[in-house]
């Protein structure tokens, strides 16, 4: 059983720039972030392997977001900055604790949860 506790959310004006953690209670291997919008769908945002050698980001993201992890801490970064105000989303964390070989970037693959946490873009 691992858990996942998300931080950094918040408020930001737009062109602002945010940064996310996520804590693990234990070993992982992709992690990886996803939003859900009010009234939309959650989406996946980027993932990262277990060393950080590959990651995958959106296109809606790319350029703008920066995953990181720090693997001594059990901690997953995303850095956020040029924000828009349709970045505005609840933010989740997510660790996938049984697959090794690959990087994860569909949901239903992520065996672990964060909570979430608010991010508001004004504009």
């Known amino acids: 059983q691992v858990q996942l506790v998300e931080s950094g959310g918040g408020l930001v004006q737009a062109g602002g720039s945010l940064r996310l953690s996520c804590a693990a209670s234990g070993r992982t291997f992709s992690m990886g972030w996803f939003r859900q919008a009010p009234g939309k769908e959650r989406e996946f945002v980027v993932a990262?392997?277990?060393?950080?050698?590959?990651?995958y980001y959106a296109d809606s993201v790319k350029g703008r977001f920066t995953i990181s992890r720090d693997n001594a801490k059990n901690t997953v970064y995303l850095q956020m900055n040029s924000v828009k105000p349709e970045d505005t989303a609840v933010y989740y964390c997510?660790?996938?604790?049984?697959?090794?070989?690959?990087?994860?970037?569909?949901?239903?693959?992520?065996?672990?949860w964060g909570q979430g946490t608010q991010v508001t873009v004004s504009s």
């Open positions: 997510a660790a996938d604790t049984k697959n090794s070989m690959v990087l994860t970037t569909h949901s239903l693959l992520y065996d672990y």
């Open positions: 990262i392997s277990r060393s950080g050698g590959r990651t």
